[in-house]
């Protein structure tokens, strides 16, 4: 008996050592494979984030390459850099930047693209940054109709000869351009005052000023409004209905400028080809669109003119933006830190 049972002990035993040896085989196996797969998820997540690292940085590259109001920088930085050398301009361009730094309390800058569309550029982009809403008078009519009241109402079929930027696109086909370019800033002027988280709309900016084309559009619905504004106070000044903004008759007072359609011919036809907008055009920029933009001129440091606002007269609930120029044809955006 005692022999069966040591046989019996053994042969159990034997059994559930042959089944531990099969057992730890799989497990080892197993924890092979798993080490293996962990392994390989290991390998191809980092290649993943890697993948994903760089395209990120690619689309970075090319937003920042097609931005046409490039990130904030040190503003004393980049006169150093711009302004180099011991000229009486470059001595005198570095005095009016420390002179932004310390006076003004300037600490950064945003870089404008440098084309004909600068100035306008700046003056929307800050508008939409801020999310400032539309001017009283836009809220009141639709926008979207005023090619038509200016070519049908008004009789003005001149507007044919209306030439977009550096397309110097006319003809019969005009209408229609201008409607799109109309839509074009009602619908993004909307969607992005509309947006009340500063990051978001800062994101939205970037996106829109990295398109020419949709960007383009903007400027040329603005561009017309300038031209609508022109007609309807001419209109007045012909039928002394009303008074009109002291502006005008500055503007009426060129030679270039005596009427709408002279004023559409030799100044906006060319903004965005071959001229920027002058200061008369920056005075009704500002009037149009109910803010009061204030001009850093740092050509005219130490002169009564190193500071000026477009326009002069303003209603205290404007909103108040700055540009900053070295020369009144480019512009960039000036930013402040107390």
């Given at each position: 008996g005692r022999h069966e049972v040591w046989s019996w002990k053994t042969a159990s035993k034997e059994s559930l050592c042959l089944m531990w040896q099969k057992v730890k085989v799989q497990l080892m196996l197993s924890m092979s494979f798993l080490t293996a797969l962990f392994w390989y998820c290991r390998r191809l997540y980092s290649f993943l984030?890697?993948?994903?690292?760089?395209w990120s940085n690619?689309?970075?590259r090319q937003l920042i390459r097609n931005l046409s109001v490039l990130p904030e920088v040190d503003l004393l930085g980049y006169s150093a850099r711009e302004w180099k050398g011991e000229t009486k301009q470059a001595k005198q361009m570095r005095e009016a930047y420390e002179e932004l730094f310390r006076s003004c309390h300037i600490k950064y800058?945003?870089?404008?693209?440098?084309?004909?569309y600068s100035a306008v550029r700046a003056v929307l982009f800050q508008i939409f940054s801020q999310g400032i809403p539309f001017p009283s008078w836009m809220r009141e009519r639709d926008i979207l109709k005023l090619p038509e009241k200016l070519l049908y109402s008004q009789g003005c079929n001149w507007i044919q000869q209306y030439s977009f930027g550096p397309e110097r696109y006319t003809g019969p086909n005009a209408f229609g351009k201008l409607r799109k370019c109309m839509e074009a800033l009602k619908t993004n002027w909307?969607?992005?005052?509309?947006?009340?988280?500063?990051?978001?709309r800062g994101s939205m900016c970037n996106t829109l000023f990295s398109d020419e084309s949709k960007e383009y559009k903007l400027y040329e619905a603005i561009k017309f409004i300038m031209l609508y504004e022109v007609v309807e106070a001419y209109e007045q000044i012909k039928s002394r209905d009303e008074p009109v903004h002291n502006l005008f008759s500055l503007l009426f007072a060129r030679d270039s400028s005596s009427d709408p359609l002279s004023f559409m011919m030799n100044h906006l036809n060319s903004i965005g080809d071959s001229i920027c907008l002058d200061q008369v055009e920056l005075f009704l920029l500002g009037y149009l669109l109910e803010v009061k933009i204030r001009v850093y001129r740092l050509h005219?440091?130490?002169?009564?003119?190193?500071?000026?606002?477009?326009?002069?007269e303003y209603r205290r609930e404007w909103n108040e933006i700055s540009l900053l120029t070295e020369d009144d044809r480019y512009y960039h955006i000036p930013l402040f830190r107390t």
């Open positions: 984030a890697q993948l994903l690292k760089r690619y689309l970075q800058l945003r870089q404008v693209r440098r084309d004909n909307a969607e992005i005052s509309a947006t009340r988280d500063y990051e978001e005219r440091f130490n002169t009564e003119e190193f500071q000026v606002n477009y326009p002069d």
